[in-house]
């Protein structure tokens, strides 16, 4: 009898204990997410799993947080990326333990080299589950080694007081300039259920820290904007001025600054300045823009990760007297490791503390080559689509103000959107073909598909290439990309979370493997808040590899890898409207379709290596002036007849 009650007694015991551990668990995840939430954090990510409940249930009982969920968490990853990138705001991240937190590490990388803050709550085991046979524990701790800064938290107990928890997380926290940080959770079972009244003191213990919106511990460093006191016998120099990746509104001050000092802008696709001298990729390759340029004094350069192999090696070989970078994220951003001063700050502060007085240009010279390369373009197009593109430039830009510049970035950008996407009543798409669809026509014609107050997403490989040799994007109209490791993983996913963090109709372009990659991640465009269009650029594989010297015999079969599947089937499992355009105008049809509102995939049907021959020609020069009709229309062909059929 007494053996009887004295296991009843000690099970009561437990259970008691059991309960109140859970609500425990309970309230430290609550502390977590309410820290978190006291550095700028609006959005979090949560994929599904039973050790990470606690901090789920505490997310969603958030009043301030906007939830995210996906099951595959290498997408979630790509997800919280594309959100920090069109907020500028660090997004969080739950997982459950084990090889779930692992797939966060492609997207935690590409924070790492383009600067997006990911707070990555990764649920753990306990300690006395690790190594030691228990099912789904893995060595969490460290997992992403120098990837991301990491808090390595204790399990949950009352013995340690919440203003430890919270200013341990402050700490890691506000020391979080770029990349992510991975906070490891270890919570014991159970999980569930528990008295919800139960260490309420626990709680109070930061009193009015829960009714209030600043960190418990609040730290302050000195963010002062370095100044060039020799900045004004400079700028009476020849400069030129270098935009690589950096936001939209950036972008418009840094053109309005370069106009107004009269030195040429060479601008990346990343850098949404609106390219005054575009295509500085094809035109770069000039002797004539080399001897041009070489008298060159001062290369100021803002933002780095240029697309463009062009700007880099001309940068590297035009050494000039002073070459200054200005980025606010820290580290070395010059691949080319010139000689100069990394000024690391924040653009338009920076701008502001430099100003440009009103003078003439000293290289006008240069004009000459970008209506060249426009010239060349339009051997690219039939005769009626070359009217049309004319028509579509003519009404799509206006000069960059330097006055205006803030104004009109956040009107949305100084681009007017074609008629066909206002709110006309959208034709069905037709087959009609002005001329057969290429990836250089698409890149030629892309400020003209935009829509309008929208945001574009770049896909990697031969599409942001071609972009930025080919296309002249509006000033302030926001480009996002993947361009620190170049992933073709999680593309759609990023773009998807770039959609949802500014709410704006999306147009992406993502190569064929890229979108077979992330196939998954079309799930996440199922809800999206605005219409979201994602063009696949059908080339059957990785053309890119036409372009690298990969041996033809194998190019195919171990490099391009072209696909057999059908889009359409991969639109109709995820419920997205599927377009397959035979023209440019029944691109168009599709298009005016997609912004009605949902998710829209249009498959562009492209010659295999044309994209990826033409890239190669012009990055040789071959399309200056001097080249001949008859090998321009060459250029044109398909790079291997008869070559990969795949899907075709
Ligand atoms: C995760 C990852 N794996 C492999 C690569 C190497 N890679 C670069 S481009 C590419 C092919 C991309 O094909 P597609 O998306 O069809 O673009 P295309 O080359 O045809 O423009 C591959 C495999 C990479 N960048 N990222
Ligand atoms: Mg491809």
């Known amino acids: 009898m007494s053996g009887i009650q004295l296991f009843y007694t000690g099970a009561h015991f437990a ?15 609550e502390v977590i997410l309410e820290a978190v939430t006291r550095h700028q954090v609006r959005h979090i990510c949560i994929a599904p799993g039973s050790r990470s409940a606690p901090l789920t249930l505490a997310a969603a009982a958030h009043a301030r947080l906007v939830c995210h969920t996906h099951f595959d968490e290498r997408g979630l990853g790509h997800l919280a990326l594309g959100l920090a990138k069109s ?99 270890p919570f014991a079972e159970p999980l569930y259920g528990g008295d919800p ?92 823009a080399v001897n041009w340029l070489s008298g060159v004094e001062i290369v100021v350069q803002f ?21 200054w970078l200005v980025e606010a994220m820290p580290g070395r951003r010059d691949p080319a ?73 956040a009107e949305g950008g100084l681009y007017r959107q074609p008629a066909f996407a206002e709110t006309e009543p959208a034709p069905e798409p037709q087959a009609s073909c002005h001329s057969v669809l290429s990836e250089v026509g698409l890149a030629q014609r892309l400020p003209a598909l935009l829509p309008k107050q929208g945001v574009l997403f770049l896909g990697n490989s031969l599409t ?32 998807a979370g770039v959609q949802r963090g500014g709410n704006r109709p999306l147009l992406a372009i993502i190569g064929d493997i890229s979108a077979l990659y992330d196939v998954n991640s079309l799930a996440l465009l199922q809800h999206s808040p605005g219409p979201v269009v994602v063009i696949v ?20 079969r171990y490099f391009a890898m072209p696909q057999q599947v059908d889009f359409s089937a991969a639109a109709r499992l995820f419920g997205l409207a599927y377009y397959r355009p035979d023209g440019w105008q029944s691109l168009n049809n599709a298009l005016t379709q997609g912004w009605q509102g949902g998710a829209t995939l249009i498959e562009l049907q492209v010659a295999d290596a044309a994209g990826a021959r033409s890239l ?33």
């Open 303 to 323: 933002g780095s990760h240029l697309v463009g192999k062009a700007i880099l090696s001309w940068l590297s070989l035009c050494q000039p007297a002073a070459y």
């Open 464 to 495: 942001i290439r071609l972009v930025d040799s080919y296309a002249q994007l509006p000033a302030g109209y926001p480009v996002f990309a993947n361009r620190g490791a170049s992933g073709i993983d999680g593309l759609i996913a990023t773009a």
């Open 337 to 409: 490791h010139l000689r100069g001063c990394r000024i690391q700050a924040e653009i338009q502060p920076w701008l502001a503390a430099h100003p440009a007085p009103e003078q003439p240009e000293w290289c006008p010279e240069l004009h000459s080559l970008v209506a060249d390369c426009s010239a060349s373009c339009q051997l690219f197009s039939s005769e009626a689509d070359q009217t049309q593109l004319a028509a579509e430039r003519e009404g799509l830009f206006q000069p960059v103000s330097g006055e205006s510049s803030q104004a009109v970035a």
């Open 197 to 288: 009244a139960a260490y309420q003191s626990w709680h109070a213990g930061l009193g009015k820290w829960w009714q209030e919106q600043r960190p418990w511990l609040e730290h302050s460093c000195a963010t002062q904007t370095p100044v060039n006191n020799d900045w004004p016998g400079w700028r009476q120099k020849r400069g030129v001025v270098i935009a690589g990746k950096m936001r939209a509104e950036e972008g418009v001050a840094v053109a309005a600054w370069a106009s107004r000092l009269g030195w040429p802008l060479l601008a990346d696709v990343q850098s949404q300045t609106g390219q005054p001298l575009p295509y500085a990729s094809r035109w770069l390759a000039d002797p004539r």
């Open 87 to 185: 907020t500028a705001e660090p997004v969080a991240l739950i997982v459950t333990s084990g090889t779930a937190v692992a797939n966060l590490y492609p997207a935690i990388i590409e924070a790492r080299l383009t600067g997006e803050r990911l707070i990555v709550l990764s649920a753990d085991r306990p300690a006395e589950l690790i190594d030691c046979g228990a099912n789904q524990a893995i060595e969490q701790t460290g997992l992403f080694a120098s990837h991301a800064a990491t808090l390595n938290l204790p399990r949950p107990t009352a013995d340690i007081p919440a203003r430890w928890l919270v200013s341990a997380i402050d700490s890691v926290l506000s020391q979080q300039t770029s990349g992510a940080v991975q906070i490891n959770c």
């Open 537 to 556: 650029i059908n080339n059957h594989g990785g053309q890119i590899f036409s372009l690298l010297p990969t041996p033809e015999t194998e190019r195919e």
């Open 15 to 29: 259970q008691e204990w059991d309960m109140s551990h859970n609500t425990f668990n309970r309230r430290w995840a």
């Open 616 to 648: 190669a020609q012009s990055w040789r020069g071959e399309l200056s002036q001097n080249a001949s009709q008859t090998h321009h229309a060459n250029l044109i062909q398909p790079l291997a007849e008869g070559g990969n059929g795949g899907g075709k």
